[in-house]
C-alpha cells in the first residue's frame, strides 16, 4: 500500500510550456503530480502509475496526497522529486511520438532541478537565472545587492555564533549544576586516586598490626559515608574522603609527609 502524504504547500511550476504542480510534504521532500507530468508529455497515465509502482527503487518514493485543483481538493498520485530522471530515463525517447520527443529529453534533463528549486528559491518557472540577470544589471544595483548579501551572510554568522555561545553557556550551567549534584559518583581519575590513598596507608597499618588491613580501611570508608562501594562516592565528598585518609596518615606516622 502506498505512502498517504500530508501536504503543506502546494505550487504550480511553469516547466517551458507547460504547468505542472508541486508539493512539499511533511516529510519535507518535494513530490511532483504524475498526473500533470503524464499530460505533458502525452504518456498513458495509468499505465506509468502500474511502472511506478513495480518499480523497486521507484515505488519507495511513490505517494497518494490531495490535491488543490479548480474543482476542489481531489486525491493524486506523487513521485519524490528526485526520482524524476529515473522515471524518465525508462521512457524511450526512439519509442515516444516525434513531435514530443524535444520535450521529453528537456523534462529528462531539467524538470527535476526545476521543481526542486521552486521550493529552494522560489523560482516558478524556467526563466534566466539569477546570475545572468545580475550580469546583465547596472553596476550601482549589482554593488547595492552585494552589499545586502555581505549584511545578511554576517547576520546569519552572528546568529550562528549566537547559538553557539548560549549552547555552549547552557552547558556550562548544566556541568556546574551536575558538580553540585550529590547524585553525582567521583571519576575515574578520583577513584583511583581514593584506591591509591588506601592502599598506601592499609600498608602502613599493616606493617604495625602484622596483618591484611585493606579491609578494614575500606570498611571505615564505607561507614564514614554510608556507602557500599567506594565508587558511590559522592563527588562533592572526594575532597573530604582525602582529607580523612590523610588525617589517619599523620596519627599514624609522625613527622613525615602525607604521600597520597
Not at 531539467?110 to 526563466?127: P, T
Request: charge should be negative; aromatic fraction near 8%.
Amino acid at each position: 500500500m502506498e505512502n498517504a502524504l500530508q501536504v503543506i504547500e502546494q505550487k504550480q511550476v511553469t516547466f517551458y510550456d507547460d504547468e505542472l504542480i508541486a508539493i512539499r510534504a511533511a516529510d519535507g521532500q518535494v513530490y511532483v503530480s504524475v498526473r500533470h507530468m503524464c499530460d505533458s508529455l502525452g504518456l498513458a497515465r495509468q499505465g506509468q502509475v502500474r511502472r511506478i509502482k513495480q518499480h523497486q527503487v521507484l515505488s519507495n518514493g511513490f505517494a497518494t496526497g490531495n490535491i488543490l485543483l479548480p474543482v476542489g481538493m481531489r486525491t493524486a498520485n506523487w513521485l519524490r522529486v528526485d526520482l524524476l530522471p529515473l522515471w524518465l530515463s525508462g521512457i524511450r525517447v526512439s519509442a515516444a511520438k516525434e513531435e514530443i520527443r524535444p520535450k521529453l529529453e528537456r523534462f529528462q534533463q531539467e524538470a527535476a532541478k526545476v521543481l526542486w528549486d521552486a521550493f529552494q528559491e522560489g523560482s516558478l518557472s524556467l526563466d534566466p537565472s539569477f546570475d545572468e540577470l545580475l550580469n546583465r544589471a547596472d553596476k550601482e544595483i549589482v554593488e547595492a545587492y552585494q552589499l545586502a548579501q555581505s549584511i545578511m551572510k554576517l547576520a546569519r554568522n552572528q546568529v550562528l555564533l549566537s547559538g553557539k555561545l548560549e549552547d555552549h553557556e547552557t552547558r556550562l550551567q548544566r556541568i556546574e549544576a551536575d558538580l553540585g549534584n550529590e547524585a553525582r559518583y567521583i571519576t575515574n581519575s578520583q577513584a583511583m586516586q581514593l584506591s591509591q590513598a588506601v592502599k598506601m596507608l592499609a600498608l602502613e597499618l599493616g606493617k604495625r598490626t602484622g596483618g591484611n588491613e585493606f579491609q578494614g580501611v575500606w570498611g571505615e570508608i564505607h561507614r564514614q559515608y554510608q556507602i557500599s562501594s567506594y565508587l558511590k562516592l559522592p563527588a562533592v565528598r572526594f575532597d573530604e574522603a582525602i582529607g580523612f585518609l590523610r588525617e589517619w596518615w599523620e596519627s599514624l606516622v609522625d613527622g613525615q609527609d602525607v604521600p597520597f
